[in-house]
């Protein structure tokens, strides 16, 4: 269980970062042309599964955070790891491993056009 927690914690804090981007991107500076690589070639599946996951990573995490504020200290750690599991598992069911999804969000971190991407795979209500 442990082994999850760290990747967990990762996506818990890239999707919170992935879904707060718009601000964020009128503030971040273009790489100069001659050294920026191209943009990993991601396949539209996974693009659409990674956005799904995204959504419901961000729904999950309110409910937990939620759950884990009103929680007595000694449910916490339960429902702490409850979260780690049903969160692996959000991302799972759309067909990604945790690896493959962590590796989508770093990319879409450091890349504005698959960020576009993903973003313009999530439903408005989501965002």
Not at 6 to 27: D, F, H, K, T
Not at 65 to 72: D, K, N
Not at 91 to 100: A, K, R
Request: glycine residues 4%; aromatic residues 2%; without cysteine.
């Amino acid at each position: 269980m442990r082994v999850l927690m760290r990747p967990a914690a990762a996506i818990l804090l890239l999707a919170a970062g992935l879904l707060s981007v718009p601000a964020a991107n009128a503030q971040v500076q273009s790489p100069s042309p001659g050294l920026s690589d191209p943009s990993p070639n991601i396949p539209d599946q996974k693009l659409d599964a990674a956005a799904a996951a995204i959504e419901r990573v961000a729904s999950l995490k309110q409910d937990y955070q939620q759950r884990i504020a009103a929680a007595g200290p000694s449910d916490k750690e339960r429902i702490a790891n409850e979260a780690i599991n049903a969160l692996a598992k959000a991302i799972t069911d759309q067909g990604l491993s945790v690896e493959e999804y962590d590796s989508i969000l770093e990319v879409a971190q450091n890349d504005p056009e698959v960020r576009e991407k993903i973003r313009q795979r999530i439903r408005p209500s989501a965002r």
